[in-house]
Nanobody
Framework: QVKLVESGGDSVQAGGSLRLSCVAS?????MGWFRQAPGKEREDVAD???????TYAESVKGRFTVSRDNAKNTMYLEMNNLHPEDSGMYYC???????????????WGQGTQVTVSS
């Protein structure tokens, strides 16, 4: 059974930092972090493939860093200079790359809450 377990969510003040972790039950070619705030659509925050190639949403570039430890089947999200609009439930996702080398996420974690106060 595939499991993705997130941790590290917390309440912080604007300008603060958090580090999220996602432990997977196995190896996945592509992993990613998504977030969703109440009343808003889910947003792809950052992705990373097995080679370490990363992509980021424009809103987090320069502030967030995604990384992974393939030996531990673990992905991280280092979040710095947090803004109130970064608040939301953060989900870990895992999957594979399709024929166009685009990520396809077919497994999801339960989420970890991040709250940033102004």
């Amino acid at each position: 059974q595939v499991k993705l377990v997130e941790s590290g969510g917390d309440s912080v003040q604007a300008g603060g930092s958090l580090r999220l972790s996602c432990v997977a039950s196995g190896f996945f070619v592509v992993m990613g972090w998504f977030r969703q705030a109440p009343g808003k659509e889910r947003e792809d925050v950052a992705d990373i493939d097995s080679h370490g190639t990363t992509t980021y949403a424009e809103s987090v570039k320069g502030r967030f860093t995604v990384s992974r430890d393939n030996a531990k089947n673990t992905m991280y999200l280092e979040m710095n200079n947090l803004h109130p609009e970064d608040s939301g439930m953060y989900y870990c996702a895992a999957g594979y790359s399709d024929y166009d080398d685009l990520p396809v996420f077919n497994y999801w974690g339960q989420g970890t809450q991040v709250t940033v106060s102004s």
